[in-house]
């Protein structure tokens, strides 16, 4: 008899554990996404935009990069997106179809790469020639 208790009561704890493990935000269908902003100078760039959205075109989101260019973007819904930065006058091409399943993590790199004219603030100055 004890043996039968004894063998429930570890079944019982490694299932409540399973059922712990499992509940986790990204095991319900949700993804992330994150990466870094990287500007004309082959830096990260701080507080750029980066905006995405899913692939038709719905539901647009923005967030901001840190101090060091790195963004995140936790409990996505899986699906389909487009990523785009933007900072300084400056943007990214556009990342289409990034796809995101469940439980998963996926990085970009977003290089800032157009503008009409480039700012002043990626512009190497270049010392005086005498």
């Not at 493990?21 to 990204?26: F, L």
């Not at 319900?28 to 500007?39: E, N």
């Not at 996505?76 to 990214?92: H, N, Q, T």
Request: aromatic residues 6%.
């Amino acid at each position: 008899m004890r043996r039968i208790l004894l063998c429930m009561m570890v079944l019982s704890l490694a299932l409540a554990a399973a059922l712990n493990s499992s509940a986790t935000p990204q095991s319900k269908g949700s993804a992330t996404l994150d990466g870094v902003v990287i500007g004309p100078d082959d830096r990260p760039v701080a507080h750029a935009s980066v905006s995405y959205q899913t692939a038709d075109g719905s539901a647009p989101h923005v967030v901001r990069t840190d101090s060091h260019g790195r963004f995140i973007v936790p409990k996505l819904k899986a699906d389909i997106y487009d990523v785009r930065a933007s900072g300084k006058g400056v943007f990214s091409d556009w990342e289409k179809n990034v796809n995101l399943r469940p439980g998963q993590t996926k990085s970009l790199t977003l290089h800032l790469i157009y503008a009409k004219k480039i700012p002043k603030a990626y512009v190497n100055s270049k010392p005086a020639q005498q």
